[in-house]
């Protein structure tokens, strides 16, 4: 008789709670006020505001021009600073890297970029082999 009871009320719970959800009439840029009743609940939605679909969520002053990256081919060492031959910071692997936009040419006419790492950024010399995708 428990199991029957907990089951009338479960499914008394959930007609008043989709008749709850089915008050709001949904006009495009006002505010709606809806009165319904059901026979176990009285529902009533006031003050709800709906947005047009057509209003732009990003707008042109959002949009940021992407972004070089380059597809290594081989393991690449980079250092914290441009033009540092000393000990590299760390290695890339054969990989696609993600560049800031910054370039450098060094005394010897090589070209560093900036690129995103794990440590943050850093410069790699651009190698030979590499690919370099501008957008």
Same mark, same amino acid.
């Given at each position: %008789?428990?199991? &029957?009871?907990? !089951?009338?009320?479960? %499914?008394? &719970? %959930?007609?008043?709670?989709?008749?709850?959800?089915?008050?709001? =009439?949904?006009?495009? @840029?006002?505010?709606?006020?809806?009165?319904?009743?059901?026979?176990?609940?009285?529902? /009533? $939605?006031? @003050?709800? /505001?709906? &947005?047009?679909?057509?209003?732009?969520?990003? /707008?042109?002053?959002?949009?940021?021009?992407?972004?070089?990256?380059?597809?290594?081919?081989?393991?690449?060492?980079?250092? &914290?600073?441009?033009?540092?031959?000393? /000990?590299?910071?760390?290695? !890339?692997?054969?990989?696609? $890297?993600?560049?800031?936009? $910054?370039?450098?040419?060094?005394?010897?006419?090589? =070209?560093?970029? =900036? $690129?995103?790492?794990?440590?943050?950024?850093?410069?790699?010399?651009?190698?030979?082999?590499?690919?370099?995708?501008?957008?």
């Amino acid at each position: %008789m428990k199991k &029957l009871a907990s !089951l009338t009320v479960a %499914m008394g &719970l %959930m007609a008043s709670i989709a008749a709850t959800a089915s008050a709001a =009439e949904v006009t495009t @840029g006002t505010t709606a006020t809806t009165k319904t009743t059901s026979s176990d609940a009285v529902a /009533t $939605v006031t @003050g709800a /505001t709906y &947005l047009n679909p057509a209003d732009p969520v990003i /707008t042109p002053a959002d949009i940021k021009p992407a972004t070089p990256q380059i597809i290594l081919t081989k393991t690449t060492a980079f250092h &914290l600073s441009m033009g540092s031959m000393a /000990t590299p910071a760390g290695w !890339l692997s054969a990989q696609t $890297v993600d560049t800031t936009g $910054v370039i450098m040419k060094d005394a010897m006419g090589n =070209e560093w970029r =900036e $690129v995103y790492t794990w440590l943050g950024t850093a410069w790699i010399k651009v190698p030979s082999s590499a690919y370099v995708i501008n957008p």
